[in-house]
């Protein structure tokens, strides 16, 4: 089999996608459905966060809902009435009590895609996945949603393949947000990932993503060099017209330079916003702002929280956490998500021209 022939579960599970296939992360109150549509209408697979709290009262759940329904009316040019929604749905899945609550609401859509990311212990997905899988098994019409685990280690691959994920997100430490505090670049992870799921034939239909650090067309190539059959993206798609953020947050992305020294991975980001949640095999990376700035100039973290609050009780932004990936410095402008995703699949092309012409 040539490349060009080969077998691509990606497109054949999500035919609307041209390849290779490219998502953006689910990252919570940084997607929304506009923007998953946008990523969707692209030819690439648009992703809303859904949250974190499962309980039937939750207001993440809620919103959910009314969003999927939303989603759905708005994408009648390329969704037909009788087959799954295009889009996915990410779980943060520290608390994973009353998941069926969000189970019945993507089964009630028919999502395309599910995506879970940061349990407590990798363990802990093995009922969700279960459930997920009980819920496609009974629903009544020909529901095909896939399972996206987002891991970063080789150990959590495995775990995650055993379980019966159906798409790896393999994410390097490069990755803006939340990932493993100990983990390894998309380098080293991709390959042996990738050698870990040929080498045993129940693997053979789970199909793998890089993410982390990926910003445009160059880095797509890498990925799939490395044994990715497609890509997701997060930080980039912060800097879209499309993305929910403040503008004043998608601006510190544009101007940001050298991502080694700009950007540093931290328990600390989530400390100054009281939203220290996260076991602590989890960190995240972000923007080294004023309250890291702060820390790292001797300040006690209850006063960084006070500052932090006392600008957000006024509306502020300047000490909300950035997070963002280690490839910053290559985000030079907002743009549109259709512009995005057209100029990567352009630059891909060049980027292979001139690497063949190195080779
Ligand atoms: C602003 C932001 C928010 C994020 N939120 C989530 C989230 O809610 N759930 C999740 O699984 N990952 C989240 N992530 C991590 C992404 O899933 C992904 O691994 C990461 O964006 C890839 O690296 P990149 O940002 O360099 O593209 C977030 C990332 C960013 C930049």
Redesign the pocket.
Known sequence: MTSGTQKNLLQEWFPHTAKPFIAN??????TDVRMANAVTRAGSLGFV?GGFDFRPESIQLADLDANLAKAGSELKEIHEDDKDLPIGV?F?TLTPKGFENAVAILQKHRVAAV?L??PQSDSDHLSLIDNLRKAKEASPCDWNLKIFV?VGTVEAAKVAMEQGADVL?V?GT??????WAQGASLMSLLPEIRDTRDSDSRFGNVAIVG?????DGRGCLAALGLGAEGV?????F?ATAECP?PEEIKQVIVHAKDGATSTVKSVQHDVYQSTDVFPRQYDGRAVIGLSYTDFQGGIADDEIIRRYNEARQKGENHRRTV?????VGVIHSVVTVEDLIKSIRAEMKSALTKLMGNI
């Open positions: 992360a689910p990252m919570l109150g940084f966060g990410g943060i995506w990311s940061f987002q997100v994410q490069d990755a803006g947000g939340h990932q993410a982390g650090g990926i910003v997701v993206m997060g930080t980039r912060v953020a997070w963002a990936g280690a490839s």
